[in-house]
């Protein structure tokens, strides 16, 4: 079975950069497509942000964060980031790994991490 551990987050200012990262462990675990989401507080709903194909590399990306987060996957290491860019305070929220072996993007919903608080002060 594999697992998600996600590192990273905490307070920086807007305008400001971060990196998030998860290592997916589990001797199938570069199988998996990987994927972030965010669940910004009142809202009882997880939005898509990025997502990185296992096999292809593609990534994907939510209109918000384009242009500002980056995906990228260590393949070697089974560890995937999010550098984040340009920070804005409506980017605040719990941030989620996932990993799907079948979906990539907005639609997976196979394996999930336990979340890490990212907050951006104005």
């Known amino acids: 079975q594999v697992q998600l551990d996600e590192s990273g987050g905490g307070l920086v200012q807007a305008g400001g950069s971060q990196r998030l990262s998860c290592a997916a462990s589990g001797r199938t675990a570069y199988r998996y497509n990987m994927g972030w989401f965010r669940q910004a507080p009142g809202k009882d709903r997880r939005e898509f942000v990025a997502a990185i194909d296992a096999t292809t590399r593609k990534t994907y990306y939510a209109d918000p964060v384009k242009g500002r987060f980056t995906i990228s996957r260590d393949n070697a290491r089974n560890i995937v980031h999010l550098e984040m860019n340009n920070l804005k305070p409506e980017d605040t929220a719990v941030y989620y790994c996932?990993?799907?072996?079948?979906?990539?993007?907005?639609?997976?919903?196979?394996?999930w991490g336990q979340g890490t608080q990212d907050t951006v002060s104005s």
């Open positions: 996932a990993a799907d072996q079948r979906w990539v993007g907005s639609v997976m919903d196979d394996i």
